[in-house]
């Protein structure tokens, strides 16, 4: 399901944070932009890239 989004000026004061919920029984990797509202997204754990690819 596609979301709306709001493009951030490059320079911005971001402060982007990435965390493990494992609250919920299913747990989730969470990225969000604590500097922010509504800044975040989550992804299963099981389907949430690993950093090495990444690199």
Same mark, same amino acid.
């Given at each position: 399901m596609p979301q709306e989004h709001t493009?951030?000026?490059d320079g911005s004061d971001a402060e982007v944070m990435a965390s493990i919920d494992a609250s @919920? &029984? &299913?747990p &989730?990797?969470?990225i969000a $932009?604590? &500097?922010r509202d $509504? @800044? !975040?997204l989550s992804v299963r754990e @099981? $389907? @949430?890239p690993v950093l090495a690819? !990444?690199?």
């Open positions: 493009p951030v000026a @919920a &029984s &299913s &989730s990797y969470i $932009d604590i &500097s $509504d @800044a !975040w @099981a $389907d @949430a690819e !990444w690199c």
